[in-house]
């Protein structure tokens, strides 16, 4: 599934020379994606960066559509773009810029010297210490300046963060989510997939090793962690997750390749926003995968604006990071 025929040496670009242009990308492919499937590369030229989807790392069942790999590649465009501004570039950014080459997502060009705010810099600090926790978080409420915080990250990025505090709707969500976990644990093309990219060995430099997952929830859990173990890689045996939990809701005006992609940079910003708070999150991607749920989904919070993503938020415990490909794994040669 890795596609490194054309694969290229790291060369410099926008004035930043191989080793800074190097760390740059690194620091980019920090952003998470489904399944860890690091669907992105970067092409590199004096004058731009350009990012571009990898159609090869597409998970056709669980994301037809590439929604979901569209966001992850706005993921990886906002952390592109604050490691340029740690390296003292305003990014200049264009997206979607061609509309005849839509793997073309987005072209970075030099917009000026720039100094990184201390907001930024704590946000650049977290990149490397993000994680997705699928482990159970403590029963400790999260406070009203972290959730103010969360909900202006979305926002600035021209997104919307809803903190899910109605019971009902949170009875109502968690009902749902259970409903589309089973809907997929029953197809096996799904668990085929999810197979394929979960439960991997340490070796590997992309998908989900089994480390990285967390024990099977009770029966009657509503927010359900996925199985990322394997026959050669057993789940931790099953235990409790916190009773309440901060479960929210990102979206953006609609679908459409544009509008993932800021979904995708929301998402970003928000995810480190949460790092700098002391939060950790995971994802209740099952919501939003299944195209019956999420309508309902959308419908439960007013039918304006189509979910985008699922989190779950708390004070977890540390989890061990999630493997990245190599900068020249994902730099296209000239």
């Known amino acids: ?98 509309p005849g080459d839509p793997d073309l ?12 705010t201390p907001e930024q810099r704590n946000l650049l600090d977290a990149v490397s210490r993000r994680r997705t926790n699928r482990r159970p978080f403590r029963d400790t409420a999260v406070p009203d300046p972290a959730r103010s915080a969360l909900s202006r990250a979305a926002f600035e990025e021209g997104a919307w963060l809803q903190l899910v505090t109605d019971p009902m709707q949170l009875a109502e969500l968690g009902k749902l989510a259970r409903e589309a976990h089973l809907l997929q644990q029953a197809d096996a093309a799904f668990a085929a997939e999810l197979a394929a990219w979960t439960g991997r060995s340490p070796a590997r430099d992309d998908g989900v090793p089994a480390s990285a997952g967390g024990p099977c929830p ?67 991607s099952q919501l939003v995968e299944v195209p019956d749920i999420r309508e309902q989904a959308r419908r439960l919070f007013g039918g304006t604006r189509p979910p985008q993503v699922v989190l779950r938020l708390g004070y977890g415990v540390p989890v061990p990071a999630t493997p990245r490909r190599a900068p020249e794994k994902v730099v296209d040669a000239l």
Do not use: K
């Open 1 to 98: 599934m890795d596609a490194t025929c054309h694969s290229g040496a790291v060369t410099g670009a926008l004035g930043l020379d191989e080793e800074t242009t190097a760390a740059v990308v690194r620091l980019a492919t920090r952003a998470p994606s489904l399944h860890n499937s690091q669907p992105w590369r970067f092409r590199l030229l004096p004058d731009r960066i350009e990012l571009r989807a990898d159609p090869q790392r597409l998970l056709p069942v669980a994301d037809p559509t590439g929604r979901e790999l569209r966001i992850g590649c706005g993921a990886a465009l906002f952390t592109l773009r604050l490691a340029l501004i740690g390296s003292g570039i305003r990014p200049l950014v264009s997206r979607y810029p061609q």
């Open 105 to 116: 997502v987005a072209v970075v060009r030099h917009g000026g010297i720039v100094r990184a």
């Open 218 to 284: 009770p029966p009657n859990q509503p927010w359900v962690v996925r199985n990322f173990g394997g026959d050669a890689h057993p789940r931790p045996a099953p235990a409790a997750f916190e009773s309440d939990p901060l479960i929210a809701v990102l979206s953006v005006h609609t679908d459409g390749p544009r509008e993932e992609l800021r979904a995708g940079e929301a998402l970003q910003r928000v995810l480190l926003t949460a790092t700098v708070a002391g939060l950790s999150a995971s994802f209740l």
